[in-house]
């Protein structure tokens, strides 16, 4: 119910800074026409897309899985080699670099962590 004021708002925030813009008109059908207009073409193309989208559904069916991907790639789209030196599944930070046109993905762990956001640590 909010959602539907709110949008009513909005509409007629839009019919006010419409009249703004457009005083010398004062004939309210070139602008309604104007509106029905872009209402009709994105009608159009919503309904375009709706269609596009059942008729791939008619080809290939509903989806039922995730799509697989091959476990192990051993190159990127700039056809570098990669080399892992961690888990990439695993590793809750991990640092890219590339190093002699190869991509090397390594742990973060061992690099300084970013700074203590609680009590400061002793100064031992």
Known sequence: ??????????????????????????????????????????AAVLAAWIYHNLFIWSKKGPRRKVRQVPELITQDSLQRDILRETDLEAGQEIQVTVVDGRKLFTDRAGTTPPPYLGEAPSGD
């Open 1 to 42: 119910m909010v959602l539907k004021i709110l949008l009513g708002l909005l509409w007629l925030n839009f019919v006010f800074f419409w009249r703004r813009v457009n005083p010398q008109s004062t004939d309210a059908i070139t602008s309604f026409t104007y509106l029905g207009g872009l209402v009709f073409v994105y």
